[in-house]
């Protein structure tokens, strides 16, 4: 699809959902503070596809959206059997760094239990070269 419009776009925006297994647990059923990084990591993952990172196309191209600084508040726990859902979207974008912000909401009563942010830079494999992020997603989502 080719963009025509002067104007930018709406940033993209996801929602996954996770339930909280056992595995992601301590010894008292409270989730584990890296746990929620896991699934910060799979919205995110959707989240680059949305801005045309698929999982595939990376494959392809050896272009990765690799995270350099990682801000979490973790502001309630979520135990054993809850559900929640990670609002993820692209918040910020520079000349080399896109930033992501994330909350995770217990879907039960609608707490919000932990927000984060983090931010990318685009890196071509194998060498490990930083890339410039691309030109056409300012003018989308600025």
Request: charged share 25%; glycine share 4%; with cysteine.
């Amino acid at each position: 699809m080719v963009h025509h419009s002067s104007m930018p776009e709406a940033k993209p925006t996801i929602e996954t959902r996770e339930e909280v297994m056992f595995f992601d647990t301590d010894c008292g059923a409270v989730v584990h503070n890296l746990a929620y990084l896991r699934m910060i990591e799979t919205c995110r993952t959707r989240l680059a596809a949305l801005m045309g990172m698929d999982l595939r196309s990376m494959s392809e191209t050896q272009v990765f959206p690799v995270v350099v600084r990682t801000e979490v508040d973790y502001q309630r726990p979520a135990k054993l059997g809850d559900w929640i859902t990670i609002r993820g979207r692209l918040d910020e974008i520079s000349r080399a760094r896109f930033w992501c912000a994330f909350e995770m909401i217990r879907e039960s009563d609608g707490a919000t239990l932990v927000t984060a942010r983090q931010a990318l830079a685009l890196v071509a494999m194998p060498a490990g070269k930083p890339l410039r992020l691309p030109a056409e997603w300012v003018k989308r989502w600025e």
